[in-house]
């Protein structure tokens, strides 16, 4: 039953992310209560009965996935305990160039790493600056 042409899991999903956007202190909270929600549709209004099934059938991926993204939690966090975060404002610029420098820096990481993981780490030094 799609709204304005617009499959109502889309509606659910945009909301969602519309959520944790602005409750970005919360995005957990408000991810699973999309994760529910978008579940409850499914299984209560559309009775999607292959639910239980396209689970069973992604399970490699989303475990594959949850891997990932708790390897790049562990390795922010490794970065973050490593004092480098706090030692490395002092040697970019104070002006715009710092930002750059910082981009820069991103961008040689990410040769060598995942582009998310080195995203991540430029992340936590842009928190420290």
Same mark, same amino acid.
């Given at each position: ?15 969602? *992310? %519309? =959520?944790? $956007? /602005?409750?970005? !202190? ?5 991810? @699973? ?6 579940? &409850? ?27 990932? *993204? %708790? =390897?790049? $939690? /562990?390795?922010? !966090? ?5 004092? @480098? ?6 040697? &970019? ?29 430029? =992340? ?6």
């Amino acid at each position: 039953m799609p709204i304005l042409n617009i499959p109502v899991e889309f509606i659910l999903f945009a909301i969602t *992310l %519309l =959520g944790v $956007a /602005i409750f970005h !202190r919360r995005n957990l909270e408000v991810a @699973v209560a999309g994760l529910v929600a978008i579940t &409850l549709y499914k299984g209560l209004v559309v009775q999607d009965v292959d639910l239980v099934a396209h689970f069973l059938h992604e399970e490699r991926l989303v475990l594959n996935l949850l891997g990932l *993204l %708790l =390897g790049f $939690a /562990i390795l922010a !966090r490794h970065f973050e305990l490593s004092k @480098v975060p706090d030692w490395l404002p002092r040697f &970019l610029p104070d002006d715009w160039k710092g930002g750059l420098v910082l981009l820069v820096m991103v961008a040689i990481l990410s040769t060598f790493l995942d582009n998310i993981a080195a995203a991540i780490i430029g =992340g936590v030094v842009a928190g420290h600056v």
